[in-house]
């Protein structure tokens, strides 16, 4: 069974620029795939950040954004700030009707 | 709004069969367009899709399909999840959670979550 695979940690200064990425453990994520990456805090359920590869979910700061980066779908988020410190998931669709959750990111800012 | 909130027992020995049911309010469930999905995260874990239905049918996490059904009961505005033959490693907070049609990776409405522990 195909993985989908994230980076288990991460670390931003305050203000700077990350890039999360999402891909497979055999070939490419594409928009077919139609991923989607959530944000979630500790004891909360996940809240969606990007659908449909790049959609921003109603209510998310334009500083978060998606697209397509050398075949992985990538969560980029702009000017980080204390309070993205989370957990991202990523989820993509491997046909069928089966979605799939990467292991997720543990984005650390300081 | 549309809100959704898990009920079901917290305790489950193994090899017994675990029952959650997600009652859905603010939106009627046989409406067409949604889909009705299960999610699983373990303590200190990711999040594991375990299976959705929805009007014309249902879909499977392949890993668990052998064990897992998901059922609707449209008069009461709920969906239910039955994982049968249960061990320690279905211990896990479960959540149900809502998408939509051409957008079916986004859940956009999520219960609260219920902690489910597999022991004797």
């Known amino acids: 069974q195909t993985v989908v695979t994230q980076e288990p940690s991460f670390s931003v200064s305050p203000g700077g620029t990350v890039t999360l990425t999402c891909g497979l453990s055999s070939g490419s994520v594409s928009t077919r795939y139609y991923p989607t990456w959530y944000q979630q805090t500790p004891g909360q359920a996940p809240r969606t950040l990007i659908y449909?590869?790049?959609t921003r979910s109603s209510g998310v700061p334009d500083r978060f954004s998606g697209s397509i980066l050398e075949n992985k779908a990538a969560l980029t988020i702009t000017g980080a700030q204390a309070d993205d410190e989370s957990d991202y998931y990523c989820v993509v669709h491997m046909g069928n009707g089966i979605w799939v959750f990467g292991g997720g990111t543990k984005l650390t800012v300081l | 709004q549309v809100q959704l909130q898990e009920s079901g027992p917290g305790l489950v020995k193994p090899s017994q069969t675990l029952s959650l049911t997600c009652t859905v309010s603010g939106g009627s469930i046989s409406s067409g367009g949604y889909y009705w999905s299960w999610i699983r995260q373990p303590a200190g874990k990711g999040l594991e899709w375990i299976g959705r239905?929805?009007?014309?049918?249902?879909n499977y996490n392949p890993s668990l399909k052998s064990r897992v059904t998901i059922s609707v009961d449209t008069s009461k505005n709920q969906f239910s999840l039955k994982v049968s033959s249960v061990t320690a490693a279905d211990t896990a907070v479960y959540y149900c959670a809502r998408s939509v049609t051409g957008a079916a990776g986004n859940f956009d409405y999520w219960g609260q979550g219920t902690l489910v522990t597999v022991s004797s």
């Open positions: 239905i929805y009007t014309s049918g249902s």
């Open positions: 449909n590869t790049n």
